[in-house]
């Protein structure tokens, strides 16, 4: 039966027979295969099985996946192949019978060269430190309504006069009122992207903001009274 050789440096940790049709990998333990570690996505990447073919597919992972050092979406599986997930590595033994060549008798599989290069530059991969993931920031430059930093926690964080949202600004005059929600951060894949909830209210590096625009570590952002700077720490 096929399987996988969960492996953490040199050390194979655990063994799990691909005795289902398909199996998730990941950080919450809803999964087939729970691998504690905060560079592993809750739901991290899945193998599956179509036919007599064994696939891996990454379920939109922080960090991704690898199929012998390469970063995959989707990817056919062979016999040793190695998958890499942050710092741990799932190997592919694929133990069932294949046809015998003409001439009849046993054959050893010997890997070639390349393959067994590939292999280790994979474990190597793996293995490799992660990149500790930054986090966004806005700073106030001026108008401090409440506190001079906030970090961007969650998915959204609002920006307005109202008392519902996480970052308070400051009027721009008597007869300038600061909007209850003037505009918003999300936390995508692509990075933190700002919405103008109010279409041209926002004020980034000198530009009115009309929709979205994906934020850079030092913008300056300008909203009524209060000018906010975002970074990455």
């Not at 050390?11 to 027979?17: G, L, N, S």
């Not at 990149?131 to 001026?142: D, H, I, M």
């Not at 930093?149 to 009122?177: C, H, M, W």
Request: glycine share 10%.
């Amino acid at each position: 039966m096929p399987k996988l050789l969960l492996k953490f440096n040199a050390a194979v940790i655990k063994e799990i027979p691909l005795d289902k049709p398909a199996l998730t990998v990941g950080r919450k333990p809803d999964n087939d295969v729970v691998i504690d570690n905060p560079a592993i996505s809750s739901h991290h990447c899945k193998v599956v099985m179509k036919g007599d073919t064994y696939y891996v597919e990454d379920l939109e992972s922080t960090n991704g996946t690898f199929v012998n050092e390469k970063r995959i979406v989707k990817s056919g599986l062979h016999d040793q192949d190695v998958i890499g997930v942050a710092k741990h590595a799932l190997v592919f033994v694929d133990d069932r019978a294949k046809p015998e060549e003409a001439g009849g008798g046993d054959k050893t599989m010997v890997l070639t060269p390349e393959k067994q290069e590939a292999m280790a530059k994979a474990v190597a991969a793996a293995n490799a430190p992660q990149k500790a993931e930054q986090v966004g920031w806005v700073r106030v430059l001026k108008g401090v309504v409440a506190a001079p930093e906030y970090e961007l926690k969650g998915s959204s964080t609002y920006i307005g006069k109202s008392d519902r949202v996480q970052v308070p600004i400051a009027d721009g005059g008597f007869f300038n009122r600061a909007p209850e929600v003037a505009a918003s951060i999300h936390r995508k894949t692509e990075g933190y992207v700002m919405m103008a909830v109010k279409e041209g209210y926002p004020v980034v590096n000198g530009k009115a903001l009309s929709g979205s625009l994906v934020l850079k570590d030092g913008d300056i952002i300008e909203c009524g009274g209060t000018t906010l700077q975002f970074f990455l720490k």
